[in-house]
């Protein structure tokens, strides 16, 4: 029997490349397309180490409609899952056009090549960055989405709106928002992981580059904060959970169990853990000394959020499973073999 084939736009990408090893795991043939603005070639070949299989790769940009419909014309796939975007929330408070232009014209090219090849199942990046500081933990899907704080995440509002309007215009097509909170980790094999370009921004890389000494100190932003320990809180979800999420959203649509045409799930373990719990289990689970102190607190940091995942759990049938302490282990690994540390 031939394979259901998904198309992954940003496959080459920390995510991406992860999702990608679970779709073939899960018995999925997949395409991917990348510009490789935020990655190499040589996560690709990983994936295909990993996997076993040669997985095409086109080297093109969502945003280029010629360039991305000849991916259309060339393979045939009734799936997508849309990566694709630019990721840093304060580079795009500096550089506003490029995050709209890259975020919502590669999201509106693939509803536009979809429709027009009649293919039907989207699942896009969303993230939790569109609750903003929420003002009841946890979050369920039903908590109002506040006033974006940056560019990047109001390419998450209108993007979700766009799909939200489009597949309540477009019958026929279906799409899985996934509402990501903070993905960390690396694939066990420690072939593939997260690649930040310069001085990491967040977290876990930052503790992974200090403990292997490319950075001098770690700065916890803040201990000031109205928490049990003093720092902000986040629901840190593991890369490789999170890409069996979307293998899981692929089942769901594929299987015609898609309850509406647009559908937002929270992909998150349901657990706050705040910044020196973090750290501190970091440390222990590694064995390791992590050189860290007090920081100022970091404008626009959210204190606390965490997810509401029972709407996954439930009706996508998908829940965390790794704990946090395996994945801290498998960003050092990864790391390490970054680095050639033994
Ligand atoms: P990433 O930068 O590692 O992956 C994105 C991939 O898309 C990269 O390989 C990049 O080269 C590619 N890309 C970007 N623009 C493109 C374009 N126009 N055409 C083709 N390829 C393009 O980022 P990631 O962490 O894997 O994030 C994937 C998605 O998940 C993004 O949409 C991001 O906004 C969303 N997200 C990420 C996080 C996070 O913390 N990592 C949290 C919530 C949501
Ligand atoms: C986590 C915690 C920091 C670095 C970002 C985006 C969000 C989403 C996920 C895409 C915070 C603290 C960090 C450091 C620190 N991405 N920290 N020292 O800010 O929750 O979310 O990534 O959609 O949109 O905003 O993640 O990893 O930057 O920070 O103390 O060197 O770690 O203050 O409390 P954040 P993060």
Same mark, same amino acid.
């Given at each position: 029997?031939?394979?259901?084939c998904?198309?992954?736009?940003?496959?080459?990408?920390?995510?991406?490349?992860?999702?990608t090893?679970?779709?073939?795991?899960?018995?999925?043939?997949?395409?991917?397309?990348?510009?490789?603005?935020?990655s190499?070639m040589?996560?690709?070949? +990983?994936v295909?180490?990993?996997?076993?299989?040669?997985?095409?790769?086109?080297?093109?940009?969502?945003?280029?409609m010629?360039?991305?419909?000849?991916?259309?014309?060339?393979?045939? %796939? =009734?799936?997508?899952?849309?990566?694709?975007?630019? $990721?840093?929330?304060? !580079?795009? #408070?500096?550089?506003?056009?490029? @995050?709209?232009?890259?975020?919502?014209? *590669? #999201?509106?090219n693939?509803?536009?090549?979809?429709?027009e %090849?009649?293919r039907?199942?989207i699942? %896009?990046? *969303?993230?939790?960055?569109?609750?903003?500081?929420?003002?009841?933990?946890?979050?369920t899907? /039903?908590?109002p989405?506040?006033?974006?704080t940056?560019?990047?995440?109001?390419?998450? /509002?209108?993007?979700?709106?766009i799909?939200r309007?489009s597949m309540?215009? @477009?019958?026929?097509?279906?799409?899985?928002?996934?509402?990501?909170? +903070?993905p960390?980790g690396?694939h066990?094999?420690?072939?593939?992981?997260?690649?930040?370009?310069?001085?990491?921004?967040?977290?876990?890389?930052?503790?992974?580059?200090?403990?292997?000494?490319?950075?001098?100190?770690? *700065?916890?932003?803040?201990?000031?904060y109205n928490?049990?320990?003093g720092?902000?809180?986040?629901?840190y979800?593991?890369?490789t959970d999170?890409?069996?999420?979307?293998?899981?959203?692929?089942n769901?649509?594929?299987q015609?169990?898609?309850?509406?045409?647009?559908?937002?799930f929270?992909?998150?373990?349901?657990r706050?853990?705040s910044?020196?719990?973090?750290v =501190? $289990? %970091? /440390?222990?689970?590694n064995?390791?000394?992590? +050189?860290?102190?007090i920081?100022?607190?970091?404008?626009?940091?959210?204190?606390?959020?965490?997810?509401?995942?029972?709407?996954? =759990?439930?009706?996508?049938?998908?829940?965390?499973?790794?704990?946090?302490?395996?994945?801290?282990?498998s960003a050092? =690994?990864? !790391?390490?073999? #970054?680095?050639g540390?033994?």
């Amino acid at each position: 029997m031939k394979k259901e084939c998904v198309l992954v736009c940003g496959g080459a990408g920390y995510i991406g490349s992860h999702t990608t090893v679970e779709l073939i795991n899960a018995g999925y043939d997949v395409v991917i397309v990348d510009n490789f603005s935020n990655s190499e070639m040589s996560a690709v070949e +990983n994936v295909r180490k990993i996997t076993g299989v040669e997985i095409p790769c086109i080297e093109a940009d969502c945003c280029d409609m010629e360039a991305f419909r000849k991916v259309f014309e060339k393979y045939e %796939f =009734n799936s997508a899952i849309h990566f694709a975007a630019s $990721k840093a929330v304060g !580079e795009s #408070l500096e550089k506003p056009m490029l @995050y709209y232009r890259n975020n919502l014209t *590669s #999201l509106m090219n693939l509803i536009d090549l979809m429709r027009e %090849f009649g293919r039907q199942n989207i699942v %896009f990046s *969303s993230s939790c960055t569109v609750y903003g500081e929420p003002d009841k933990q946890p979050v369920t899907e /039903q908590t109002p989405r506040k006033p974006a704080t940056s560019p990047y995440g109001n390419t998450k /509002q209108i993007s979700e709106d766009i799909l939200r309007d489009s597949m309540a215009a @477009y019958k026929g097509m279906k799409t899985i928002a996934l509402r990501y909170f +903070n993905p960390i980790g690396a694939h066990p094999s420690a072939m593939i992981g997260e690649l930040p370009r310069g001085v990491p921004q967040n977290l876990v890389p930052y503790v992974t580059q200090t403990a292997a000494g490319i950075r001098e100190c770690l *700065s916890v932003f803040g201990d000031d904060y109205n928490t049990p320990d003093g720092s902000c809180i986040r629901d840190y979800i593991d890369v490789t959970d999170l890409a069996k999420a979307h293998v899981a959203a692929i089942n769901r649509m594929i299987q015609g169990r898609s309850e509406e045409n647009y559908e937002i799930f929270n992909v998150g373990t349901g657990r706050g853990v705040s910044v020196l719990e973090l750290v =501190n $289990k %970091f /440390q222990e689970v590694n064995n390791v000394k992590l +050189n860290f102190k007090i920081a100022p607190r970091r404008p626009g940091d959210i204190i606390a959020i965490w997810a509401d995942p029972t709407r996954a =759990n439930t009706v996508l049938g998908w829940k965390a499973e790794r704990t946090i302490e395996e994945t801290l282990a498998s960003a050092w =690994n990864w !790391e390490k073999h #970054l680095r050639g540390i033994k």
